[in-house]
């Protein structure tokens, strides 16, 4: 790997500082791979150098999960115990600034059982989903990458500098580079994107129409009173601005749930739970996926969209221009936090409460009267082609064209 400490560093002071905006005082926790110590490192200083009173790290390894998944018995692996509550009561305590490093292996969970993966996941999260309701909207959260062996041969199979490749790609998105002040980039960058979702809301769209010749065909009602976002959003309780995604493209909003009808196709592979579904599309009527195929984990899917009462409704529809720095890379990142910021794209699962007026106040009971979706899971897939067109759909049954061939109109 070739990139300099130089750059490294900066790196870790965006992802500290302008990302999570780590505030003078503050908890920080970090979640990272163990192989991934020596960033882990750097993160960490640039968090105590940024006033943090202290930094708490939660160590991931793909191959601990692998062994786990393939030896342990379901009801073991399921069970969430007495500890790992007690952290999350403390998270709920602290509202700690949170900072996730990407690094799986997109074929981490390869062959394992796709019952068992979602049957764990299901009994987990249903555990921890209180705990993640307590501090939604009350805390500073940034999700950044760095790339892994396994994940650079991913993306690149045949190339023997597959991750100077990788990391070139990732320091594009996240507009770093020797002789830029990445803070200002982004500064300009967090300024279009809030431009653009300021003329959105300003329209008063009732509702969106999606159409592709790949088949997609579709149309979701807006809540009236939600608002459109992107970029980055401010805690609070302290008022600090953070972008939670680095990369980040999208200009976002929750629909009502169970109100959208027609088919959306993927246009990207989906990774979920370290496993892989292609070439799928879901079909909605009456606000619901009722039915979906895949040419590969058509099973995986089935259970995904099954999770809960809410993972057959979107919780999210985001708009993305094909001329996205991550779209112009020219390849497949396996990484969700990247392939959604190529094109446009929608989720099933679990809708943002904070694009309600209050929302940060509500709860998500509140929410859910109001028209946003609830679930344990939160799933981003792909529908941005190239040829796609979007329709904003006024009240009057006026239409104003918003995307033509993937980009605004």
């Known amino acids: 790997m070739s990139i300099s400490q130089h750059l490294l560093q900066k790196y870790a002071d965006l992802i500290?500082?302008?990302?999570?905006?780590?505030?003078?005082?503050?908890?920080?926790?970090?979640t990272i791979a163990v192989e991934q110590h020596e960033f882990a490192a750097m993160v960490i200083e640039a968090c105590y150098k940024a006033g943090a009173k202290k930094v708490n790290v939660d160590w991931t390894s793909d191959v601990q999960s692998r062994l786990n998944y393939l030896y342990a018995e379901q009801e073991t692996l399921s069970r969430v115990l007495p500890w790992e509550e007690a952290k999350m009561k403390q998270?709920?305590?602290?509202?700690?600034?949170?900072i996730f490093i990407e690094s799986e292996d997109p074929d981490a969970m390869k062959e394992i059982d796709p019952q068992k993966l979602s049957d764990v996941t299901q009994s987990r999260a249903k555990v921890m989903k209180p705990y993640r309701n307590a501090i939604e909207g009350k805390h500073q959260w940034v999700i950044a990458a760095y790339p892994s062996e396994k994940w650079a041969k991913k993306c690149f199979p045949e190339d023997d500098d597959a991750m100077d490749k990788l990391w070139e790609a990732i320091l594009k998105t996240v507009r770093v580079c020797e002789d830029n002040d990445p803070v200002a980039a982004w500064k300009d960058h967090t300024d279009f994107i809030e431009k653009k979702a300021a003329w959105l809301n300003e329209q008063g769209f009732a509702s969106l129409r999606y159409r592709s010749a790949n088949g997609t065909d579709?149309?979701?009602?807006?809540?009236?009173?939600?608002?459109?976002?992107?970029?980055?959003?401010?805690?609070?309780?302290?008022?600090?601005?953070?972008?939670?995604?680095?990369?980040?493209?999208?200009?976002f909003t929750s629909p009502m749930a169970g109100k959208c009808e027609g088919t959306l196709v993927a246009v990207k592979p989906l990774s979920w739970n370290s496993q892989l579904i292609e070439d799928f599309s879901i079909t909605f009527e009456n606000g619901r996926a009722v039915s979906c195929r895949a040419a590969r984990g058509q099973e995986l899917l089935e259970r995904m969209l099954k999770m809960d009462e809410g993972a057959s409704m979107l919780g999210e529809v985001a708009l993305v221009p094909k001329e996205s720095p991550v779209n112009q890379c020219g390849f497949l990142f396996y990484e969700t936090l990247f392939d959604e910021n190529a094109c446009c794209h929608c989720a099933v699962g679990m809708g943002f409460k904070e694009v309600l007026p209050n929302g940060d106040d509500l709860t998500m009971e509140e929410a859910q009267k109001q028209g946003i979706n609830d679930s344990i899971i939160h799933v981003d897939f792909?529908?941005?082609?190239?040829?796609?067109?979007?329709?904003?759909?006024?009240?009057?049954?006026?239409?104003?064209?918003?995307f033509r061939d993937g980009t605004w109109a």
């Open 91 to 98: 998270m709920v305590e602290d509202l700690p600034c949170r």
């Open 382 to 402: 792909m529908v941005g082609s190239d040829d796609l067109s979007i329709d904003g759909i006024c009240p009057d049954g006026t239409e104003v064209p918003i």
């Open 218 to 251: 579709f149309r979701v009602d807006l809540i009236p009173e939600a608002k459109w976002e992107g970029a980055g959003a401010t805690n609070p309780l302290n008022d600090a601005f953070y972008i939670p995604n680095m990369p980040t493209e999208e200009i």
């Open 16 to 30: 500290v500082r302008t990302g999570a905006n780590v505030q003078p005082g503050q908890i920080v926790l970090l």
